[in-house]
């Protein structure tokens, strides 16, 4: 079972929203992680979208475009290793 060693600490930085598109940075995440956005408020994943790390190189960037079904809100991206544990957690944002 692959774990992430000391020295590997996953990272998600949300960069900004515009138009309903996230922009994003990740670094040290495997190929197979998932991203979701987070509802600060019920602390659960919303069921869309959920992005799919597909890149071999564990850091990069990300854009999600924010289904027209996501309210206005706090949020936050949270990153799932290949195995669906959390391993990363972004700053909160907000949707208007």
Known sequence: ???YRSGMNPVI??????NRVISAIY???MVRAKV?????SSGEPLPEPVTT???PVPSGS???????TVKPGAY?????NG?????????EFQVN
Not at 13 to 18: D, G, Q, S, T, Y
Not at 36 to 40: A, E, G, L, T, Y
Not at 62 to 68: A, E, F, Q, S, T
């Open 76 to 80: 936050f991206l949270k990153a799932l």
């Open 83 to 91: 195995h669906g544990e959390d391993a990363a957690q972004s700053a």
């Open 13 to 18: 930085k949300f960069i900004e929203l515009e």
């Open 53 to 55: 790390i597909a890149s």
């Open 62 to 68: 990300l854009r999600i475009r924010l289904p027209d």
């Open 1 to 3: 079972m692959a774990t």
């Open 27 to 29: 670094r040290n995440l």
């Open 36 to 40: 979701v956005v987070v509802d600060k």
